[in-house]
């Protein structure tokens, strides 16, 4: 096997990513510009994505507290399906608490290669398993092996979407799975029949699409659960740059099938005028037009219309990133600010207002953030910024009412 890869780890140069020192292909060397990954990247490993991975060891160690709690002597099994560099089953290696094991997947041999010269690198061999396999056949054999994962982590190129049931098949009763997504376009309804033909969803292009995409996301792991007699409870969905990432809890039985498909529906929303509403799945109670202003409505869905994140699971994985240091979450302030701004999300409607968006279809200038938060609840509405889009807000307050206040803002500063 050495061998085999010995002209090709000449090009291996050893990168950082929190407490691991690991071997990687320069991204540097395989970018265009510095920027885009180039396909030639013998095994990937994209930088940016250390928030992803960092957010992935705090959401992990936070449902291993809230099993370990119930069982603390359960040892805890992980699926790392598609490993690359393997700097994503490193770190957690390093960071959880034991007992756990960690199978770290790739269907790229030189992958399997590379994870194991950075294990030896790293000293960390000890529960964690190799295997080079489709990652889709290694979940449905565990499926008819009755060897089931506590959490499937699912980080593919582009989308998930043939992922999903073999991963829903493979997860344990009331385990945990973190799917990426990076094919944003189509989820946020750039490409109409992209998102039809991979999600089975129409799409919207609104002016609050990135949440949208995450809610098609949602909507689609839920559709493949129902007919397993499973249901899915979303604990953090995050837009991040240029990906999503949702890790949702998997349960059982017909009840929560029952509460799923309540949180299931269409999105209403007015190009016009910025009006958004939610329908359930009785297609013969949507309107057409406009409550606000009368134009054609858009709609999107079937999606998720439920809430996205869980409370307590996002406190929980706050309390252990203020616990940790810098060195081992590099991304820990980025983090703080995304938590928190996720746990004010939490119970407001569906959809956020685009400030910037809004004041330049208006043709007026920007009030500050803080002017248009005081303005917003001094009429008795709520406010909260959302984690998706720093000019955005949450809010109760009706399209015409905020666009009253943001005009008045505006002629007062003028
Ligand atoms: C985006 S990379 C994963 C990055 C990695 N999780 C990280 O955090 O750095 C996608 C990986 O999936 C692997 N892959 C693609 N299809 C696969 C399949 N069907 N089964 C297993 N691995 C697969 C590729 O070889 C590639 O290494
Ligand atoms: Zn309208």
Redesign the pocket.
């Known amino acids: 096997m050495g061998m085999r890869f010995e002209g090709i780890d000449a090009k291996l140069s050893i990168a950082e990513e929190g407490e691991i020192k690991f071997y990687t292909y320069s991204p540097a060397e395989f970018s265009t510009g510095g920027k885009a990954l180039l396909k030639s990247m013998p095994?990937?490993?994209?930088p940016i994505?250390e928030i992803?991975?960092s957010l992935t060891l705090l959401a992990y160690r936070a449902f291993q507290n809230s099993k370990q709690q119930k069982n603390s002597e359960e040892s805890f099994h992980i699926l790392?399906?598609?490993?690359?560099?393997g700097?994503?089953t490193l770190r957690l290696a390093k960071f959880l608490d034991k007992p756990f094991s960690i199978t770290a997947?790739?269907?790229?041999p030189l992958?399997i290669h590379l994870i194991r010269k950075n294990m030896e690198l790293n000293h960390l061999s000890e529960s964690i398993y190799l295997t080079n396999?489709?990652?889709?056949h290694l979940m449905t054999n565990s499926k008819v092996k009755r060897e089931f994962f506590d959490i499937i982590?699912i980080?593919?190129?582009g989308t998930p979407n043939i992922?999903i049931s073999p991963a829903l098949h493979a997860i344990k009763k009331e385990g945990l799975l973190a799917i990426t997504a990076t094919d944003t376009p189509v989820l946020f309804g750039v490409g109409k029949n992209a998102c039809i033909r991979k999600y089975n969803v129409f799409p919207l292009r609104s002016t609050f699409s990135k949440e949208v995409g995450l809610r098609v996301l949602l909507y689609y792991i839920a559709k493949h659960a129902h007919p397993l007699m499973r249901a899915i409870k979303p604990m953090l969905s995050v837009s991040f740059d240029h990906y999503i990432r949702v890790f949702v809890q998997i349960i059982k039985g017909e009840e929560a099938i029952r509460t799923n498909i309540q949180n299931t529906g269409y999105i209403l929303w007015c190009a016009k005028c910025d009006w958004r509403g939610t329908t359930d799945l009785n297609i013969l109670n949507v309107p057409h037009q406009c409550p606000n202003c009368g134009s054609k409505l858009d709609f999107g869905g079937p999606l998720w219309i439920g809430e996205i994140h869980e409370d307590k699971f996002v406190q929980e994985l706050n309390e252990i990133n203020l616990e940790v240091p810098k060195e081992v979450i590099p991304s820990k302030a980025r983090i703080e600010r995304t938590l928190q701004r996720i746990s004010e999300e939490i119970s407001f409607p569906l959809g956020y207002y685009d400030v910037h968006k809004i004041c330049d279809k208006l043709q007026i200038s920007v009030s500050s953030m803080k002017e248009i938060e005081d303005a917003i609840k001094s009429q008795g509405f709520n406010f909260a910024r959302t984690h998706v889009e720093a000019h955005a807000i949450k809010s109760n307050i009706d399209i015409e009412s905020l666009k009253a206040i943001l005009i008045k803002l505006a002629q007062k500063s003028t």
């Open positions: 095994v990937f490993y994209n994505q992803n991975r790392d399906s598609m490993a690359a560099s700097i994503r997947n790739d269907l790229n992958a396999d489709d990652c889709l982590d980080d593919p190129f992922f």
